[in-house]
């Protein structure tokens, strides 16, 4: 008799960790994987934010920090809003949070009731739909494609909206496309979204700095859509921590403070010694992190070279995040090598088993015709990966 809870069961495991967990299964049983499944940078944590953390230690932050985080935190957030993005927080009307998964977890959960529809443009995130299961809402997907560089329109936007609709979550640089919407765009998205004043809107911010170009703008920065947003960030990727799980919001006060209440009752504060770590990272020229965003542009360009090169893979130009996402559909209805390829998935499957390179099917992201590739990898492993996927696709 199954124990579990309908609400568990009916969850989907996160396709990007459960690749890279297969990765690792298939790594310890000696086989030698190339993953490139998971967005992480592959840098080491920078010297002044380890420093930082190293101090926090020795000066015995060690107790619960207040449940949505320390105040300095929140002031050196609220600044960085101000530097980077021209957007006015307060710190009542910041949360920090154990990642910015979390940051939408709570978004979620204090915004949600049963019934109620969350727009997702596609590619969409893949715990954005887990996240509004959770939350007992309805996922309703706005599809794009390769050709419209997987952007939605503003007329996509308004034909999905309902009676029902109350969030709809906005990422650009987008996971997994990389794709970055303009000021131009965004604001005519903005324009359908006036119409409708009871819908709310999550932009996460998280590639922010991963960016090669395009200005990053932000969606809260469009005064109509102030305060009916909450924009998420978090230090993971621009800062090379993934592991010390810190996100937050900036947010209208009562969401904060309903997200500050739901996180008191799951989680307390985030860690005391990452919140510190996190106030160097912040209050850091950006100029400190470019260094990692130039090779990330560099293996961009080397890797949209190779895979072009390789029959059925089309791409687009991502101008932001570290990862692309071919349309491989070329291959979706064929056999290869004796395995029927029906899908996506069975294509990333097939990648991994024949070719030991790890990628995440586009269908964990609402797209059935790509498979998301992270560059976040040295240079000779992503060559070595192309090389594999060419050859046994030959
Ligand atoms: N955000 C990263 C990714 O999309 C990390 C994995 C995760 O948290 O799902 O690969």
Redesign the pocket.
Known sequence: MDYLSTRINSLPV????AM?AKARELRNQGIDVIGL????PDFNTPEFIKEAAIQAVKDNYNSYSPVDGYLDLKEAICLKFKRDNGLNYTPSQIVVST???QSIANVCMVLLNPGDEVLLPAPY???YSAIATLAEAKSIIIPSSIETDFKITPEQLESAITSKTKLVMFNSPN??SGTVYTEDEYRALAKVLEKYPDIFILSDE?YEHINYGVPHFSFASITEMTHRTITVNGV??AFAM?GWRIGYIGAPEWIAKACNKMQGQITSGANCIAQMATIAALEAPVSKIQYMVDEFAKRREMIIELLSAIPGFILNHPKGAF?VFPDISFYIGKTLHGKTISNASDFSMFLLEKAHVAT?SGEAFGNENCI?I?YAASVDEIREAVKRIASILK
């Open positions: 996160s396709e990007t960790l890279a499944s998971l967005g992480e990642g910015a998964k995130w893949v715990s996971n997994p998280i993971a990727k993934t990862y995440v998301r992270s």
